[in-house]
């Protein structure tokens, strides 16, 4: 996948998780992890996943929910999710 | 012709805090647990560890049980004990003993439905751990063959790799009660119950049965442990605490539970005790994910309307509610919004308490052991307190009932939320 369209999934997923936890853009680091340091909860986590999927038309297996901690992390389930989705 | 109404005549729970309605009920209303730290060794080393709500003294050969036919199963099963197997059939002989209906006749015209996840797991499981392991160590000593590998594999799993497959249980437990009318094995995960209830009501309703017997059970073995502490959702410490700020987890609990039920007029003519009568259940498969429920969607609320509808009844009457209330906090969230989002326009509110900090949670037979305590609440006019109800969550917007309160209950419903999105919920009504 080109860096460019990585970027903007990225800015994508920071858009949609500021709008599902009512945090701001600029607390979404990359690496900022969304429980520990944002507050997400178990409830909040499944809430991103089913915007992940909606937004992206995409579907995430059970176990990778728990492992959306960070944007970075989502960027990686995204990224395979979509890889899985164009290979079918 | 007007359907047949079908009504509960027989409950036979076996739980942590009683064997026999009336030993449960009496643990219910002493708010007894009994809750034990399960140790797995292999070899004299600790596995792992886990609480679960344990049954204890029981034995199949107090239930006063043809003996030669579960020595048949003992054989059939090679010498191995299956517990939730026992566990069915002590509580189908306590239900059809509650209900008086005369089983022991060829043409007793009682049909069976059995509600279970996966009996027998725990000793496939370990023999092929066992075997594993012991090639694992010769194959140090000496090379074996794939095909040798292979075949002794199979020969070692034949008996009880294919006794997963659960139509050889239907077939003991039918044989033990001489019932040889159309019979169903159930398997829809925490809602199996449920379910259960609805197919077996359908056989009454299509003439198949006069009555059915209704059984379900659970053992919490290491493996079911394994599989739930992995996904985060077992409550270390062993305290389920549903809809509460602090909840961990849910908790396994040990045991089962049966219910007789039968068309009324049936019932009426034998001048049987009645429960309640079963007015319908709403059924609804999400369909998203197998663990996960999706926080946001509308499915549940949906088979708690359908329940509403195909019961006839304005949810108004609902006086008590009886959740699924595992103790998770994103499950409970998930059952909460349902719940209110269906009953938030009401004048009354159903009260609404859960057994799980009772009983536990058993699995494939949790729903049909709650329905039986709920009913046991019908009877007595007593909604118990929700134990461990200590710290409510605001973010749940849900309250449930924290002492028990004498009331005269007239319509009841259990909801159950379960993995694979099988949500599901029934309503009964006491009969006079």
Not at chain 2, 232 to 254: A, T
Request: proline residues 3%.
């Amino acid at each position: 996948m080109p860096e460019e369209m990585l970027d903007k999934l990225k800015q994508e997923l920071i858009e949609l998780v500021a709008n599902v936890t009512g945090r701001d853009t600029k607390e979404l680091k990359p690496d900022a992890n969304f429980w520990k340091d944002l507050g997400v909860d178990s409830i909040k986590a499944i809430e991103i996943s089913v915007a992940i999927e909606r937004k992206f038309k995409v579907s995430i297996r059970d176990e990778q929910i728990p492992q959306i901690t960070t944007i970075a992390e989502a960027l990686k389930v995204l990224k395979e999710a979509l890889e899985k989705k164009n290979k079918v | 012709m007007p359907d047949k109404r079908i009504v509960i005549t027989g409950i036979g729970p076996i739980s942590s805090i009683g064997i026999g309605k009336d030993k449960l009920w009496q643990g219910i209303l002493q708010q007894r647990t009994n809750l034990k730290l399960e140790k797995c060794t292999l070899d004299g080393e600790i596995w792992d560890q886990f609480y679960f709500h344990k049954v204890e003294n029981f034995d199949i050969s107090d239930f006063g049980i043809d003996k030669d036919k579960l020595n048949d199963i003992k054989e059939w099963k090679e010498g191995e004990e299956i517990i939730d197997l026992n566990y069915l059939i002590a509580a189908i002989k306590l239900a059809l003993d509650d209900s008086g209906l005369e089983y022991n006749r060829k043409d007793n015209n009682i049909s069976l439905v059995l509600a279970h996840e996966n009996l027998g797991l725990m000793p496939f499981g370990f023999k092929v751990s066992d075997l594993a392991y012991e090639m694992l160590i010769n194959k140090r000593k000496k090379d074996i063959s794939k095909k040798v590998f292979f075949d002794k594999f199979y020969r070692a799993f034949l008996k009880s790799g294919y006794d997963i497959q659960t139509f050889a249980d239907l077939f003991h437990i039918a044989r033990v009660f001489n019932i040889h009318n159309y019979s169903l094995f159930i398997n829809n995960a925490c809602a199996s119950g449920l379910y259960a209830i609805e197919a077996a009501s359908q056989i009454i309703r299509n003439n198949q049965a006069k009555a059915v017997i209704i059984a379900a059970s659970d053992y919490p073995d290491i493996y079911k442990y394994l599989w739930f502490h992995e996904l985060g959702i077992y409550s270390p410490d062993g305290m389920v605490r549903p809809f509460c700020k602090d909840s961990n987890g849910l908790v396994f609990g040990d045991g089962g539970a049966a219910i007789a039920i039968e068309d009324l007029e049936h019932a009426r003519k034998r001048k049987a005790q009645i429960y309640a009568e079963y007015l319908g259940g709403g059924f609804d498969l999400e369909g998203w994910k197998i663990t996960v429920p999706q926080i946001g969607g509308n499915s549940y609320q949906k088979a708690i309307s359908k329940a509403l509808k195909n019961s006839g009844i304005d949810k108004e009457k609902i006086d008590f509610l009886c959740p699924h209330g595992v103790g998770s906090q994103p499950i409970d969230y998930y059952e909460a919004k349902a719940i209110t989002d269906v009953f938030e326009t009401n004048q009354k509110k159903p009260l609404i308490s859960t057994f799980k900090p009772y009983v536990g949670h058993n699995l494939g037979g949790s729903a049909l052991l709650e329905a039986a305590i709920l009913l046991l609440a019908l009877k007595n006019g007593i909604v118990p307190a929700t134990l461990n109800y200590d710290k409510p969550d605001p973010k749940f917007n849900i309250s449930l009932v924290k002492t028990e309160i004498k009331s005269k209950l007239n319509i009841i419903m259990k909801t159950c939320c379960a993995f694979a999105g099988f949500n599901a919920a029934a309503v009964f009504k006491k009969i006079d």
